[in-house]
């Protein structure tokens, strides 16, 4: 039976005595905790203290650890302190416990923002490299499935094209078309609020047929393909890659490009200048209505200046641009897919970088085209 664990202290002049005895161990870690306390009016009365372990009995690391805070409160608060009656057996303890936390937290030296800022620009740009050679590598990956299909149409998974083109062609047809429906009512009804304040409300036929069958039909379809069905392509990637799917198929001898990817970027391309199409429709059709509710122009008159407005060439520049950011679009979203790690976060974040560089990259493709057609007088 082990010994109640006990601590005498005691003064003698400037010196104070601290003298435990019996089981200092963790069975009694409450009772130690207060012996220390009601020995700290005796250290405080001192200017020097002596630990005196020759009574003890048993010790672990929760009683050393006890009694070498004690004296470090004591030489923290000016008063040296001593150990004494160390037996052999708690030596060693004793001295690790007396090293621990010793050394001081390092100190650093203040940073320079600029330098700061220069790495996090350097940072950047080498990320974009490699988010560049991501998608060069993506791209040159679907040119490679995509000569194989034309050397053996055979290897086209056929039905998983139509399965997607049917995911994003045709049950995107509702949310676009009343999208696009909206948005050629808003630039309809902002603009015959405006012209009529100089009468040139027949005007606004020119600028809503001009505007949404070149730039605003297509760019708004594809803004919105890119946040549908490009975040459901890298979750989808991304998912099979946590599952590691993605590499059950290359290690089975398949390619996973023409498997998952090629169908899928296929069906987009197909898919995006129809929706373009119904898109640009739906919104001459919201700014036809516009026009005759809210502008008094007959349905008659707004699609005989439409007709006098616009030619086959506003109509050809907004279907040529669909399939390239068509295929930015599905490159990017199936890029990040397959840069998914093993977590969930990991999933979330491709997403959302998926959907954010899919739009960036649209606009600029957009911007691109216009500059282009301009220069070529189209």
């Not at 220390?36 to 010790?59: C, F, M, N, Y």
């Not at 062609?169 to 009343?178: S, T």
């Not at 809210?294 to 086959?312: C, D, K, N, T, V």
């Not at 970088?353 to 500059?371: E, N, P, R, W, Y």
């Amino acid at each position: 039976m082990t010994a109640s664990p006990v601590l005498n202290a005691t003064t003698d002049g400037d010196l104070a005595l601290i003298q435990p005895g019996g089981s200092w161990t963790a069975v009694n870690g409450n009772l130690l905790e207060q012996l220390v306390q009601s020995a700290t009016p005796v250290l405080l009365q001192a200017k020097r203290l002596r630990i005196d372990l020759s009574g003890l009995h048993e010790l672990d690391t929760l009683g050393a650890w006890l009694l070498e805070k004690t004296a470090r409160r004591s030489i923290a608060s000016g008063r040296p302190a001593t150990l004494t009656g160390v037996s052999d057996r708690y030596a060693g303890l004793i001295s690790n416990l007396h090293d621990v936390n010793r050394s001081a937290d390092p100190v650093r030296p203040p940073r320079n923002v600029v330098l700061d800022r220069l790495e996090h620009v350097g940072r950047k740009a080498f990320s974009a490299t490699e988010d560049v050679s991501a998608f060069l590598q993506m791209l040159g990956a679907l040119g490679n499935a995509t000569a194989r299909v034309i050397v053996k149409p055979g290897s086209l998974r056929f039905k998983s094209m139509v399965y997607h083109l049917h995911q994003v062609g045709w049950q995107a047809i509702p949310i676009i078309a009343l999208v696009t429906f909206l948005i050629g009512a808003i630039i309809a009804q902002q603009g015959i609020f405006h012209f009529r304040k100089f009468g040139a409300e027949s005007y606004v036929v020119d600028l809503v047929g001009i505007l949404v069958l070149r730039e605003i039909g297509v760019l708004i379809v594809a803004i919105m393909v890119a946040g549908r069905s490009g975040s459901a392509y890298t979750a989808e990637l991304g998912s099979m890659k946590m599952r590691e799917e993605i590499d059950a198929l290359s290690t089975m001898g398949l390619d996973p490009v023409g498997i998952l990817i090629l169908p899928r970027i296929a069906a987009l391309v197909v898919a995006l200048p129809i929706l373009a199409f119904i898109g640009s429709m739906s919104a001459l059709y919201g700014a036809g209505l516009v026009a005759w509710f809210y502008g008094g122009m007959s349905p008659a008159i707004f699609i005989a200046r439409l007709h006098e407005a616009i030619s086959i060439t506003h109509f050809e520049v907004g279907l040529i641009k669909a399939p390239f950011m068509a295929l930015v679009i599905g490159v990017i979203a199936c890029s990040e897919g397959l840069r998914v790690k093993g977590s969930a976060e990991s999933l979330g974040r491709q997403t959302t970088t998926s959907v954010v560089k899919s739009i960036f990259l649209v606009i600029v493709l957009d911007g691109a085209f216009a500059i282009f057609f301009a220069s070529i007088g189209m």
